[in-house]
């Protein structure tokens, strides 16, 4: 098993920044897929970012303009968002793998919500 632990959501104004957390531990490999969804109400799960088996990093549509993914050689990796938009209000969710299409473990999620 693998476990996962977001932190850094929050209330913030729009056109604000913030800095989200997961930190990840148990059975965790090397070769897993490790990063963020997000889930807005009503809306599907989708990609925010995530680093692939191989350590490349892929972004989900219009994602890479404003928010970065980023690891501490460590076990916690992090999503750092800028120019945040009402319309990026959602629970973000960290989550790792063997697929990396379809994550195996996912963290409980920690909430966004940008205001105008």
């Known amino acids: 098993q693998v476990q996962l632990m977001e932190s850094g959501g929050g209330l913030v104004q729009a056109g604000g920044s913030l800095r989200l957390s997961c930190q990840y531990s148990?059975?965790?490999?090397?070769?897993?897929?490790l990063g963020w969804y997000r889930q807005a109400p009503g809306k599907q799960r989708e990609l925010v970012a995530q680093?692939?088996?191989?350590?490349?990093i892929v972004y989900g549509d219009s994602m890479e303009d404003r928010f970065t993914i980023m690891r501490d050689g460590r076990n916690t990796i992090y999503l750092h968002m800028l120019g945040l938009k009402p319309e990026d209000t959602a629970v973000y969710y960290c989550?790792?793998?063997?697929?990396?299409?379809?994550?195996?473990?996912w963290g409980q999620g920690t909430q966004v919500t940008v205001f105008s």
């Open positions: 680093y692939t088996g191989d350590s490349n």
């Open positions: 148990g059975s965790f490999s090397s070769t897993f897929s």
């Open positions: 989550a790792a793998g063997p697929s990396t299409e379809r994550p195996s473990y």
